[in-house]
């Protein structure tokens, strides 16, 4: 195996993985809410913008909680709930919608205007069943007891990075290693 270099920072002396850090900040409520551990602002419509929006505030650990505790699979419970319905609903308005333009007949620019939006909107729905999908899956794994860890070295994913991706299922040092290799390979 290569040896990680270690950062020029005195910070990570242990080498051990972020979720390690990540316990050890949400217990001492050193993390910002919601803002990733690295650089991104926090722009994405995927991140806790739309949790907050949901109405779903940050989980707040109790000293010497356990990662992924009953509390904590109910919080992500709820938040995958309430992401499902909110997407299932906006499923229903794109499929009504796509009724609706196919009954108005048009002249040609239109139809080809037409034409755009219907495949955007296909687009739109391919994507949320992937999305829908996706939290099911999530579901699944709450329900297994084996939600919020890394699919790829076992690790925690942590509780801040699942509530801005609760679909994730990789921590951010695997998800990072395969958005290098897969930009290697595209
Ligand atoms: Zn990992």
């Given at each position: ?49 739309t ?9 707040v ?17 709820n ?28 002249d ?79």
């Open positions: 195996m290569p040896s990680k270099t270690p950062p020029s920072g005195a910070e990570s002396r242990t080498g051990r993985k972020n979720a390690d850090q990540i316990t050890e900040d949400i217990k001492t409520s050193k993390i910002d809410t919601m803002t990733e551990t690295t650089t991104k602002p926090k722009k994405s419509p995927a991140t806790g913008q949790l907050l929006s949901y109405g779903v505030q940050p989980y650990s109790i000293d010497g909680e356990n990662y992924m505790s009953e509390a904590q699979l109910v919080h992500f419970r938040i995958l709930n309430i992401w499902k319905n909110a997407l299932l609903q906006g499923g229903d308005e794109t499929i009504h919608d796509l009724k609706e333009s196919a009954e108005i007949p048009a040609i620019s239109d139809q080809a205007t037409q034409e755009e939006t219907f495949a955007l909107k296909l687009r739109t729905r391919d994507r949320e069943s992937k999305l829908l999908k996706k939290i099911e899956e999530s579901i699944e794994l709450i329900d297994n007891k084996e939600y919020g860890f890394c699919n790829e070295c076992g690790e925690e994913i942590g509780i801040r990075r699942l509530e801005a991706r609760p679909t994730a299922t990789l921590c951010i040092d695997c998800k990072t290693l395969d958005e290098v290799r897969e930009r290697q390979r595209g």
